[in-house]
């Protein structure tokens, strides 16, 4: 019998995917002693445990047979009903439920449109950075990517129209709310301006948005496909706002384009988890969203405010950090000269993990990056975690300076 190894028989496309750093971590980040900064996780003791038990339960009583069997690709419509009324009444749009389909988990919808417009080599713009899961998905089908910087405020215009000038790109892959993994929010100025180089370009965009109920303050700025809503496919997910297990996101699809993706998901997984549509259509319906949503706000943003106090309270004055308007991340910059990855080494061995900012590139870059994420460890974890990080860093400077900070 030939031996093979088992890699000679992968695809190609499949070889382009990039490791996971978080994933990979996220195996033994469950562990009880392990301090995590590292997955975007929602902070557990805010799950609404009780109240989807109610709500499975009133499911199953009212709707046991329906949710338990195949259903139509493009999900339980009085949930999507319910995401258009949402998104009409907070942005004044008119959105409508024919246009939006159910995915399990925004995640899937990056995958299903990556899958409906990428060819081998067809350009793709990022943000750099960007969110790993989003260049896993867009990676398993070859694309070429190109990246814009992003500044405080959003991409850097003259850079991303650069692109779209001298390249042939095809799409946009972007998260204009509390970046993943920079925190960074844009400004409406940018939003307008991207939207108008979509038109100018004809270039589609993937606006991701699951951070979108997770703000700390009522200004919300309009999604970038409110300008441009014939080039843009916003994608929204119940993962941060409600939990991630439940596996439930959405995309909101231009006209025309809903029975293409329709059939590109069909080849996937026929439809989105049946149950889980009706357990959280019900737990919305039941009126417990925004009571939840004012709860995980407030945590989240005290819980932001106080890393940024470690940090400055702990860290050598010259680490730089965002200060999001919401999200779940915080995005550091230490001193040139300290690599990242050699630090989470180190702080590993004393159970403290947080992802070096290299996961974040198509390029070789953020080297001396870190992303934070603050939303899942407790005060207490928190600060321990926050003073190993500074008592290794210092370490490592002292050795590539000698010189203590
Ligand atoms: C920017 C971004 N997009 C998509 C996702 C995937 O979320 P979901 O759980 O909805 O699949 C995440 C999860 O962390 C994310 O940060």
Known sequence: MKHTKINEKFSENFKNIPKSFIREILNIAGSEKMISFAGGLPNPDFFP????????????????????????????????????????????????????????????????????????????????????????????????????????????????????????????????????????????EKRKQIAALLEYHNVLMLEDDPYNEICFDENCEMPVYAYAPKHVFWTGSFSKMIAPGLRMGWVVIPDGYAE????????????????????????????????????????????????????????????????????????????????????VERTLKQNVVFVPGVSFYVSPNGKSNVRMNFSNASEKKMEEGIRIIASELKEMLQRVNGVSH
């Open 49 to 188: 445990v009780e109240a989807l038990k109610k709500s499975a339960l009133e499911a199953f009583d009212t709707n046991g047979v329906e949710m338990l069997q195949y259903a139509g690709t493009r999900g339980y419509l009085p949930l999507r009903q319910w995401i258009a009324d949402r998104y009409n009444k907070k942005y004044r749009l008119s959105v409508k439920a024919k246009n939006i389909i159910i995915t399990n988990g925004s995640q899937q919808a990056i995958d299903v449109l990556s899958k409906m417009f990428v060819n081998p080599g067809d350009g793709v713009l990022v943000e750099k950075p960007t969110y790993l899961g989003g260049i896993q998905a867009l990676s398993a089908y070859s694309p070429r990517f190109y990246e814009t910087k992003l500044e405080k405020d959003g991409p850097d215009i003259i850079e991303t129209g650069r692109v779209f000038d001298q390249n042939d790109v095809k799409l946009m892959y972007a998260i204009p709310n509390f970046q993943n993994p920079s925190g960074i929010t844009y400004s409406e």
């Open 260 to 343: 293409y993706f329709e059939r590109a998901k069909q080849s996937v997984d026929l439809h989105s988890n049946n149950l889980s549509q009706y357990v959280v259509y019900q737990y919305l319906t039941n009126n417990y969203i925004d009571r939840h949503l004012i709860i995980i706000r407030k945590a989240y943003a005290r819980q932001c405010t106080f890393m940024q106090q470690l940090i400055e309270k702990y860290l050598p004055h010259d680490v730089q950090f965002t200060k999001p308007r919401g999200g779940m991340f915080l995005w550091l910059k230490l001193p040139d000269r300290i690599d990242a990855c050699k630090l």
